[in-house]
């Protein structure tokens, strides 16, 4: 899948003859605090709420703002999750989608992306996760694999955060299983640090502590 195909329908755009006014009237409609500006079909830049509010001439159009300088922006052929990058990176409601000559060709929203990262990470397919700490140089997802599969666990998604204060990687393994007992054993015993399971870690855990699991799970 591609970018352009994320693209939400329901993000409107702004030309340079709008006022601030009429911007912040879009906003407080579609209940987004930055808006796409376009020109002749190419983007111009994204327009921020803050800026509108701080501007001294709100009925006054856009084309003469002083803070059209911000455009930040997706090539339409990537990845999704090069949008997710720049989303979290730049802390954006919407993520506007240009092609190689800057010609706008929508949005996508913050919502979208984290619906198809959820859909396709696995997280919304019944099993529990582990989280490992491993020192860079010891990582192998093969061998995670085969110790998790020699338990007849099968992984269906990983993802790799890096600790910049401990200088670990901290692996998450998103499983098939519920029951993460056998699992978690075979693993400390390869010397892996288990660091969190959210899922039974043995087949007797109580419907409280199984309430626990799930609420740990859903406060990551």
């Given amino acids: 899948m591609v970018v352009e195909q994320l693209i939400s329908p329901v993000v409107p755009t702004l030309i340079p003859t709008d006022t601030g006014d009429k911007a912040l009237s ?18 111009m830049a994204l327009v921020q709420e803050n800026d509108l509010l701080d501007w001294d001439a709100p009925d006054n159009s856009l ?53 198809y990262i959820t859909e396709n990470s696995g997280l919304d397919n019944p099993g529990g996760i582990i989280v490992l700490e491993i020192d860079p140089r010891n990582y192998s997802l093969y061998e995670i694999a085969r110790i998790c599969e020699s338990e007849e666990v099968l992984l269906i998604s990983t993802q790799i955060f890096s600790n910049k204060l401990t200088g670990k990687l ?30 039974d870690k043995t087949d007797k855990d109580s419907l409280q502590d199984r309430f626990d699991n799930l609420m740990n799970y859903l406060n990551m």
């Fill in 26 to 43: 879009l906003m407080d409609e579609t209940n987004l605090d930055q808006l796409p500006l376009v020109a002749d079909d190419k983007y």
């Fill in 63 to 115: 084309q003469s703002a002083d803070f059209l300088s911000y455009r930040p922006a997706v090539l339409s052929t990537g990845h999704p999750y090069e949008a997710l990058r720049i989303a979290h990176q730049q802390n954006l409601r919407i993520v506007p989608v240009v092609d190689l000559e800057n010609t706008y060709v929508g949005s996508i929203t913050r919502d979208e992306l984290l619906r």
């Fill in 170 to 199: 901290e692996v998450t393994l998103k499983t098939n299983r519920n029951s993460l007992g056998g699992v978690v054993s075979a693993l400390e015993r390869h010397n892996y640090k288990v660091k969190d399971v959210f899922g």
